[in-house]
């Protein structure tokens, strides 16, 4: 319970550091917290700061998902077939190094400025991290529950959901969140290189003006979105996965 009062009081406590700064500061440049919030209430009532954010949600929940199904799958793949891990090792390596602007770059000159271009690109930069994690999640299974599964003649839906998923779920989770965190970061990358609308290219626009203010509304509006996710959907649902263990 003590944890939580710290969490809580996080929040609060940077937000007093932004007002000291902002204080001492005394310049344009560095606006208030006050001031971003009154910025916040204006764009989300009269500008595009809630459509943005809708558009910059959706192409990285797209992104998050098809990066998570298809790192998976390659994952279990490599992580159950020792011939094909060795085949692609280096494959993975290249692709946990590739510079993320670069693939961005590449895949808008191939197809364009195109919402396909832009998750394509965050897909690509996300999966190689979810084949790391989930490989490695495979490659610790222990010998003993397999061989206490084939001891009680469980058929594969009993040992897929008593066996292998409980060992596997701790590195999904954690595939989810480094990737999740990943993701959010990028996608905002590849919308200031080109796209019709978000919260990264509304920042580049902002930035052409130097309105720090502006761009601060839409960062801080970001952030909320990325706590909620985190503190409202990650966290609970890692608690009720994981609760087993607890027991």
């Not at 910059?56 to 298809?70: D, K, P």
């Not at 602007?101 to 394509?120: C, D, K």
């Not at 292998?164 to 965190?181: D, E, I, K, N, V």
Request: cysteine-free; proline content about 4%.
């Amino acid at each position: 319970m003590a944890g939580w009062r710290w969490e809580l009081a996080s929040l609060p406590l940077l937000l007093i550091v932004w007002q000291v700064l902002a204080i001492v500061v005394a310049h344009r440049l560095f606006p208030t917290p006050l001031e971003v919030t009154a910025e916040i209430v204006r764009v989300a009532s009269q500008g595009p700061l809630l459509a943005d954010l809708a558009k910059t949600l959706a192409r990285a929940t797209s992104a998050f998902v098809i990066a998570m199904v298809l790192g998976t799958v390659l994952g279990l793949l490599l992580g159950r077939q020792a011939i094909l891990d060795r085949l692609f090792s280096a494959w993975l390596v290249v692709g946990l190094n590739l510079p993320a602007i670069v693939v961005a770059i590449v895949l808008y000159i191939w197809l364009g400025l195109t919402e396909s271009a832009l998750v394509a690109a965050v897909v690509i930069n996300k999966m190689p991290l979810v084949i790391v994690t989930v490989r490695e999640g495979v490659r610790s299974f222990s010998n003993d529950y397999e061989e206490l599964s084939r001891a009680l003649r469980l058929d594969f839906r009993q040992q897929l959901a008593k066996i292998y998923w409980p060992q596997l779920l701790p590195f999904m989770l954690a595939a989810a969140r480094t990737g999740l965190s990943l993701i959010w970061k990028i996608v905002l990358v590849f919308e200031v290189l080109g796209s019709d609308g978000g919260v990264g290219y509304r920042v580049s626009v902002l930035f052409q003006f130097f309105d720090v203010q502006g761009i601060l509304a839409y960062t801080a509006s970001f952030i909320a979105v990325v706590l909620a996710f985190e503190y409202g959907l990650l966290r609970p649902l890692e608690r009720r996965a994981l609760a087993w263990r607890q027991t």
